[in-house]
């Protein structure tokens, strides 16, 4: 993988998405000087916590994605309403193309097609349309899968877990969440290290495979 792929492409329905599905592997590639970009969907203003700033998911999601090494002028946001882009997918499918044209991304991460929230769906299948001829794979978010195939994993150091979760920490309006806490992020990356022999570990979906 280091010397296949040079231009990654990361896309999350909404703002953190990406981080917490692949936030320790996106530390690895800008480390290893590879070009990382990330798009996301959504800032999801009608979902925020009482008394946060409509925009502060835009705020947070660029700042999440500086600590991570993501150039700022990698970073595409969408203000699409959030629960909605189902309704919307022959425009994201439209997008996706123009960013396939314009970025020509060699490896794409989505959300796993088997993810239950809508928006996920629409941006997993939406997104294997758009880069039929590209290699792609599905993050893992627990709490969302039912089922996840569990066959790529990347291993991490404890470095690269450090930054994702750096990364998730500047996402304040989340941080309520249950799965937002810094102990479960660690264990988690423990747990999918501890499946491949090695302390840290990150896993996805292959879905498609293109070996040049």
Not at 24 to 52: D, N
Not at 56 to 61: G, H, N, P, S
């Amino acid at each position: 993988m280091k010397e296949s792929f040079k231009r990654i492409l990361i896309l999350a329905p909404h703002t953190d998405d990406g981080e917490f599905g692949c936030g320790g592997t996106i530390s690895k590639f800008i480390e290893q000087g590879k070009q990382v970009y990330y798009t996301a969907f959504s800032t999801a203003e009608e979902s925020l916590p009482h008394g946060w700033p409509k925009d502060i998911l835009k705020t947070e999601v660029k700042e999440a994605t500086k600590r991570l090494g993501i150039p700022k002028n990698n970073l595409i946001i969408y203000n699409y309403e959030v629960r909605k882009l189902n309704y919307i997918r022959q425009e994201i499918l439209e997008e996706l193309v123009k960013i396939k044209r314009d970025i020509k991304p060699d490896l794409v991460f989505i959300p796993s097609p088997n993810d239950l929230h809508q928006d996920h769906q629409t941006v997993a299948m939406e997104s294997i349309r758009a880069f039929k001829q590209v290699s792609i794979v599905g993050y893992e978010l627990p709490w969302n899968n039912i089922t996840f195939h569990t066959n790529m994993f990347v291993k991490l150091n404890k470095k690269h877990i450090e930054k994702k979760v750096f990364a998730l920490k500047a996402y304040n309006s989340q941080k309520d969440k249950h799965y937002a806490t810094e102990d479960f992020v660690i264990s988690w990356a423990k747990t999918r290290g501890t499946q491949i022999g090695t302390d840290f570990a990150e896993t996805f979906e292959v879905i498609r495979w293109v070996i040049e």
